[in-house]
T-cell receptor
Framework: NAGVMQNPRHLVRRRGQEARLRCSPM?????VYWYRQLPEEGLKFMVY????????ESGMPKERFSAEFPKEGPSILRIQQVVRGDSAAYFC????????????FGSGTRLTVV | KQEVTQIPAALSVPEGENLVLNCSFT??????LQWFRQDPGKGLTSLLL?????REQTSGRLNASLDKSSGRSTLYIAASQPGDSATYLC??????????FGEGTQLTVNP
């Protein structure tokens, strides 16, 4: 079991470009969560998805950010027209659902906007 | 809205010492509480998961307790080692399935 796979590990984008972050959940997990960790800050919830559905996006900025979890393939967090303030570590977690099993996190994608 | 606080923010101890990390939460309607470890520049490693119906969980030198009524959890590390140096995060799961994280305790164990 390869765990939660995130790629790329590091991503550098110039201001105004688009960033696409990918997350493949653990085998058997159908629930995906994205969190952001700004420098010297804690982890903040962004969005919770199940296959083809956004369940809770209350933590995601209203503009420039979007997320999807298609029927086939990884979950994608997309940031359009990146700004320097988007520089952060973005973590994906997955779970089988419910409250019995906890969350498994990936190693994160570190986005640097230059 | 759930808020999670961790005390202390940083802790430095000599090798071999037993230590306690504290986590408090405001919403007692918590389904479970999970402790994680984060090494610099790395992801989160799950250490222990305590269900709301449980009082404690143990794994090796780690023991975590949960007291819903007082809104507190503690992580006890026995016989600390330099390899335990990391940031320790607690996170509570409440309704809607989201995890709410504390700011973490940065632990340094000195040889």
């Amino acid at each position: 079991n390869a765990g939660v796979m995130q790629n790329p590990r590091h991503l550098v984008r110039r201001r105004g470009q688009e960033a696409r972050l990918r997350c493949s959940p653990m085998k058997g997990h159908s629930h995906v969560y994205w969190y952001r960790q700004l420098p010297e800050e804690g982890l903040k919830f962004m969005v919770y998805l199940q296959k083809e559905n956004i369940i809770d996006e209350s933590g995601m900025p209203k503009e420039r950010f979007s997320a999807e979890f298609p029927k086939e393939g990884p979950s994608i967090l997309r940031i359009q027209q990146v700004v320097r303030g988007d520089s952060a570590a973005y973590f994906c977690a997955s779970s089988p659902g419910g409250t019995l099993y906890g969350y498994t996190f990936g190693s994160g994608t570190r986005l640097t906007v230059v | 809205k759930q808020e999670v606080t961790q005390i202390p923010a940083a802790l430095s101890v000599p090798e071999g010492e037993n230590l306690v990390l504290n986590c408090s939460f405001t919403d007692s309607a918590i389904y479970n509480l999970q402790w994680f470890r984060q090494d610099p520049g790395k992801g989160l490693t799950s250490l222990l998961l305590i269900q709301s119906s449980q009082r404690e969980q143990t794994s090796g030198r780690l023991n975590a307790s949960l007291d819903k009524s007082s809104g507190r959890s503690t992580l006890y590390i026995a016989a600390s080692q330099p390899g335990d140096s990391a940031t320790y995060l607690c996170a509570g799961q409440t309704s809607g399935s989201r995890l709410t994280f504390g700011e973490g305790t940065q632990l340094t164990v000195n040889p």
